[in-house]
């Protein structure tokens, strides 16, 4: 099993940046993919981005993808989500999840993924 922890929440300003951490512990291994859904107040939770352990491939949902980068941190469990240009409409609560993946499945489908940290709040004022 893997543990999954998201951190860098937090209250900015439109036009602002935010970069959100997702340690990952226990189990983990260079099979699982590991990925980054929001969930709106008051709506669903949508698919933001997606990475490979080993960072090799990379999925980006178009709504953000100008705006959002995943990465994976060199030699630690840690993967991020680097936002720039925050928009009031980003306000959620932002997940990482994971699970092993195989290469020919599309990543943004929450279902997929078996585990799942707590949330990290972002809210973004106008």
């Known amino acids: 099993q893997v543990q999954l922890v998201e951190s860098g929440g937090g209250l900015v300003q439109a036009g602002g940046s935010l970069r959100l951490s997702c340690a990952a512990s226990?189990?983990?291994?260079?099979?699982?993919?590991i990925a980054w859904f929001r969930q709106p107040p008051g709506k669903e939770r949508q698919f933001v981005a997606a990475t490979s352990w080993s960072g090799g491939a990379t999925w980006h949902a178009e709504s953000t993808k100008d705006r959002f980068t995943v990465s994976r941190a060199n030699d630690k469990n840690i993967v991020y989500l680097q936002m720039h240009s925050l928009k009031p409409e980003d306000t959620a609560v932002y997940y990482c999840a994971a699970d092993v993946l195989h290469s020919s499945t599309w990543p943004g489908n929450q279902y997929h993924y078996t585990y799942w940290g707590q949330g990290t709040q972002v809210t973004v004022s106008s």
């Open positions: 226990g189990q983990t291994s260079t099979s699982y993919t």
